[in-house]
C-alpha cells in the first residue's frame, strides 16, 4: 500500500486494526499519523485514546495495556510505536529486547496482533528505506492490517506537492520554474538524503522573501536556495567547459568558504569527471541509453545531468582533467601546498591546459 492508497482508506472509514508505516520520506510518515490523529482523536481526549510509545522501552506487558484500554467517546484508539527493534535483526538491536526474550514470547505477540479487535488502530513506525519481508513481526502486520511504504514522491505526485505548497502561501510559480526548483533542492538525486522537509523549508524562504502573490523567478530562487555540493559541481564543469576561469574560482571559492572540505570538492570533481568519460566510452562503443545508464549506476535524474554535461568534453581532455586531478590530490597530501591553492591551481589548469 502506498501514500494515495492508505489516504483513500482513511476516508472511507475503513481501517484496519494495524500498519506498519515505513520508508525514507519521513515528511509522509509524519503526515499520515497527523492525518489518522485528526480524522480519529478529539483534543478533549487525546490522553485517553492516542499513545506514543518508543520502541526501545516498549515490552509486551507495555504494549498490552496501551491496546486493551477501549476508546472513550471515540470510534478508535490510536497507539503509535516508533523504531521497534524486533524489526530488526538480532545483531542490530545488540541484546534481547526486554520483554520478548525468546521464541514463545514472539509466538504471542504475533497471535496477540492477528486478534486486535476493530476499536484499536496500533501502527508500527520505522523510518528505515526497507523492512525484511521474512521478519515475523512483518508478517503478523501484513496477516492482519497492511504495510505503508512512504518513498519519495516522484513525477506529477512531487509537482503538484510543490506546487500546492507555493499555492499555500499564495506565490505564484510556472512549470519551468517549478521543475528548476525540484532540480535544484537535488530533492531526486539518490545520493542525497533530502526529503520533503527540505523542500518544504525552502518553499518557506523563498515565499518569505517576495510578496504576496508575486511571481517566483529563477533570479530569486538562484538568490535564496541552498544549492547542494553536487549542483555547485555541475556548474564549475561547465564554466571550465566554457573557460571561464574567473567563473569557476569563483563558484569553488563558494564552496570553500561554505566549509567544505577541499579533499571532498576534488573528489566530486574526479567522480564527475569518470561518469563523463565513462558515458562517453560506452557511447563509443555502440551502447544504447539505457544499456549505458546501468553499467554506469547512476539515478536517471543524474544520468541525465552527466550526459548532457558530458557532451561539452571530448575523451582526450576528459583523461587529461583526470590527470590533473591525480596531479592535485598529490600535491595536497605529499606536500606544504594549501589545499585552498591546490584546487584553485587545479581549476586553472582545466580550464586552460586540457
Given at each position: 500500500m502506498n501514500y494515495k492508497e492508505f489516504i483513500k482508506t482513511l476516508k472511507s472509514n475503513d481501517l484496519k486494526p494495524v500498519y506498519l508505516f515505513?520508508?525514507?520520506?519521513?515528511?509522509?510518515?509524519?503526515?499520515?499519523?497527523?492525518?489518522?490523529?485528526?480524522?480519529?482523536?478529539?483534543?478533549?481526549?487525546?490522553?485517553?485514546?492516542?499513545?506514543?510509545?518508543?520502541?526501545?522501552?516498549?515490552?509486551?506487558?507495555?504494549?498490552?495495556?496501551?491496546?486493551?484500554?477501549?476508546?472513550?467517546?471515540?470510534?478508535?484508539?490510536?497507539?503509535?510505536?516508533?523504531?521497534?527493534?524486533?524489526?530488526?535483526?538480532?545483531?542490530?538491536?545488540?541484546?534481547?529486547?526486554?520483554?520478548?526474550?525468546?521464541?514463545?514470547?514472539?509466538?504471542?505477540?504475533?497471535?496477540?496482533?492477528?486478534?486486535?479487535?476493530?476499536?484499536?488502530?496500533?501502527?508500527?513506525?520505522?523510518?528505515?528505506?526497507?523492512?525484511?519481508?521474512?521478519?515475523?513481526?512483518?508478517?503478523?502486520?501484513?496477516?492482519?492490517?497492511?504495510?505503508?511504504?512512504?518513498?519519495?514522491?516522484?513525477?506529477?505526485?512531487?509537482?503538484?506537492?510543490?506546487?500546492?505548497?507555493?499555492?499555500?502561501?499564495?506565490?505564484?510559480?510556472?512549470?519551468?520554474?517549478?521543475?528548476?526548483?525540484?532540480?535544484?533542492?537535488?530533492?531526486?538525486?539518490?545520493?542525497?538524503?533530502?526529503?520533503l522537509y527540505d523542500l518544504e523549508n525552502e518553499i518557506l524562504k523563498i515565499s518569505n522573501y517576495i510578496s504576496d502573490g508575486e511571481e517566483i523567478t529563477k533570479e530569486k530562487m538562484d538568490s535564496l536556495m541552498i544549492k547542494p555540493l553536487e549542483m555547485n559541481v555541475f556548474n564549475l564543469l561547465n564554466s571550465i567547459s566554457q573557460k571561464d576561469g574567473e567563473k569557476a574560482i569563483r563558484l569553488f571559492n563558494e564552496m570553500y568558504i561554505s566549509n567544505e572540505p577541499v579533499l571532498f570538492i576534488l573528489h566530486m570533481i574526479v567522480r564527475q569527471l569518470r561518469n563523463m568519460l565513462h558515458i562517453k566510452a560506452l557511447k563509443m562503443k555502440g551502447y544504447m541509453e539505457g544499456e549505458i545508464n546501468s553499467k554506469v549506476g547512476l539515478s536517471p535524474y543524474e544520468y541525465r545531468k552527466v550526459l548532457n554535461q558530458s557532451n561539452n568534453f571530448s575523451i582526450p581532455q576528459l583523461e587529461r582533467a583526470l590527470f590533473h586531478c591525480l596531479e592535485a590530490d598529490k600535491s595536497i597530501k605529499t606536500s606544504s601546498v594549501d589545499g585552498r591553492l591546490a584546487l584553485e591551481i587545479l581549476i586553472t589548469n582545466l580550464c586552460f591546459n586540457i
Open positions: 515505513h520508508g525514507e520520506e519521513y515528511y509522509l510518515i509524519d503526515d499520515l499519523i497527523k492525518r489518522v490523529k485528526k480524522a480519529y482523536i478529539d483534543d478533549r481526549f487525546e490522553t485517553l485514546n492516542y499513545t506514543v510509545l518508543e520502541g526501545k522501552d516498549t515490552s509486551f506487558d507495555k504494549l498490552i495495556n496501551a491496546c486493551e484500554t477501549l476508546p472513550f467517546m471515540s470510534e478508535k484508539k490510536i497507539v503509535i510505536i516508533k523504531d521497534f527493534p524486533l524489526f530488526k535483526n538480532k545483531n542490530e538491536i545488540g541484546e534481547e529486547l526486554d520483554g520478548f526474550t525468546g521464541t514463545q514470547d514472539k509466538k504471542r505477540l504475533t497471535k496477540y496482533i492477528e486478534d486486535l479487535g476493530n476499536y484499536i488502530c496500533l501502527i508500527f513506525v520505522e523510518k528505515v528505506d526497507s523492512i525484511r519481508k521474512n521478519n515475523f513481526l512483518y508478517k503478523a502486520i501484513k496477516k492482519a492490517g497492511d504495510v505503508v511504504e512512504l518513498k519519495k514522491l516522484r513525477g506529477m505526485d512531487l509537482d503538484n506537492w510543490v506546487q500546492d505548497r507555493f499555492k499555500e502561501h499564495n506565490r505564484k510559480i510556472s512549470k519551468s520554474n517549478l521543475n528548476y526548483f525540484i532540480e535544484h533542492t537535488s530533492y531526486l538525486n539518490s545520493k542525497q538524503e533530502k526529503n
